[in-house]
C-alpha cells in the first residue's frame, strides 16, 4: 500500500520535472527596420524555437525589403507617380492596412508623407527649419487622397508629382503581426514579439494568466503603468526618446500633415488593440489628433484601450 503510493508521488513528480522541462524560455533578437526585433517565446524544444525563430525574421526582413524608405530597390522605393503599379500580396496587404486606416482617421495616419518625412529627417539632423518654398512643395506632394489604392487588382497609382509613400508608423506593427505568426506556426503560440515600442504577444507565459507590459511615456526611468495583456498588442507613440529642439520649441518626430513639421503638442499616445498593425498606425493617428480625440479616436476604429498622457 506503501509502495503504491511512494510510486504514485513519484510519478507525479516525474511529471512536474517533464512538464516543467517542456516549457523553457527562449530568446532571440536581431536588428530590423533601425531597430532591435526580439522574440521571447516558450516551447519544449530548442532547436524547434530556433528554426521558427529563423522563419520570423526572415519575414520581417522581407517585409523591410518590400517596405523600406531606405533601401533604393525596396518595392515602395520603385513606386512612381502617374504609374499604376502592380504590388506583390505582402505588400499589398500592408497598402491595404495603411489606406484603410488613412480613411477611417481623416488622414490622420496618411501613408503618403513622405517627401515631408525626407525633409524633416533633414531638418533634425542640422536642426533648422526647413525654407516655407521647400516645405511647401514636399507638403503639396503629400496627401492619402490623391494616391489611388485599388484592393480588387492590388495596383497603386501616386497622382500626384514628387508623391512618396512611408509606411513607418505601421510597418512594425504589421511586421510583429507577422512574426507572430510565424513563431505560432512553428508550434509556439506562447511569443512576444517586441519591435521597438510595438508588442505583438499571443498565449501567456506557462503558469500566468498574461504578460506583463509596462507602458512608458514620459519617464525614462519606469513605467507610469503596468498592464497585463496576452493575445494581443500594444503601441506607444511620443516624444519621449525621439524629438528635436528648434530655436527653443520642441519638436517631435511625428509629423503633422496640416503643418509639414514634427508635432509640438506634448502627448503620448499607448493603444491596445487586437493586432500590431492597428495599434501601430492608431498610436501615430492619436498623437496627431490631440490629446482630447486621442481615446474616442482609437476606440471607434480597432482599440480595446487607449492611453493619453499629456
Not at 512536474?16 to 521571447?40: C, V, W, Y
Not at 519544449?44 to 530597390?73: M, R, W
Not at 517627401?115 to 527649419?129: Q, S, V, Y
Not at 502627448?267 to 491596445?272: E, G, H, K, T, W
Request: net charge negative; hydrophobic share 40%.
Amino acid at each position: 500500500m506503501m509502495k503504491g503510493f511512494g510510486t504514485l508521488i513519484l510519478g507525479l513528480l516525474l511529471f512536474a520535472a517533464t512538464a516543467q522541462a517542456e516549457e523553457q524560455r527562449f530568446h532571440f533578437e536581431r536588428p530590423l527596420m533601425g531597430t532591435l526585433f526580439q522574440i521571447t517565446c516558450y516551447g519544449e524544444d530548442p532547436e524547434a524555437a530556433k528554426k521558427a525563430s529563423e522563419e520570423a525574421f526572415g519575414v520581417g526582413e522581407e517585409i523591410n525589403k518590400i517596405a523600406s524608405d531606405y533601401l533604393a530597390d525596396s518595392e515602395l522605393m520603385k513606386l512612381k507617380p502617374g504609374d499604376p503599379t502592380k504590388v506583390s500580396p505582402l505588400f499589398a496587404e500592408l497598402l491595404d492596412a495603411s489606406f484603410t486606416k488613412a480613411r477611417e482617421t481623416e488622414g490622420a495616419f496618411d501613408p503618403t508623407l513622405g517627401p515631408l518625412t525626407k525633409l524633416w529627417r533633414e531638418t533634425r539632423k542640422t536642426r533648422k527649419l526647413p525654407d516655407p518654398e521647400v516645405l511647401a512643395k514636399a507638403r503639396a506632394a503629400c496627401g492619402w487622397q490623391d494616391a489611388e489604392w485599388n484592393r480588387e487588382t492590388s495596383t497603386i497609382l501616386l497622382k500626384k508629382p514628387g508623391m512618396q509613400l512611408d509606411l513607418g508608423a505601421i510597418a512594425k506593427g504589421f511586421t510583429a503581426d507577422k512574426m507572430f505568426e510565424a513563431m505560432k506556426k512553428g508550434g509556439f503560440p506562447k511569443t512576444c514579439v517586441a519591435a521597438g515600442g510595438d508588442l505583438r504577444m499571443g498565449d501567456p507565459p506557462p503558469g500566468r494568466t498574461a504578460w506583463r507590459v509596462g507602458l512608458q511615456t514620459f519617464d525614462l526611468e519606469k513605467p507610469e503603468e503596468v498592464v497585463e495583456l496576452a493575445n494581443c498588442a500594444v503601441s506607444t507613440s511620443g516624444d519621449l526618446h525621439q524629438f528635436v529642439e528648434i530655436e527653443g520649441k520642441r519638436y517631435s518626430h511625428i509629423i503633422d500633415p496640416k503643418t509639414g513639421l514634427g508635432m509640438t503638442e506634448h502627448v503620448a499616445v499607448s493603444v491596445i488593440a487586437p493586432s500590431g498593425t492597428i495599434a501601430d498606425a492608431l498610436d501615430t493617428a492619436g498623437c496627431v489628433v490631440g490629446a482630447d480625440k486621442a481615446e474616442a479616436m482609437g476606440l471607434k476604429f480597432g482599440a480595446t484601450r487607449v492611453v493619453v498622457r499629456k
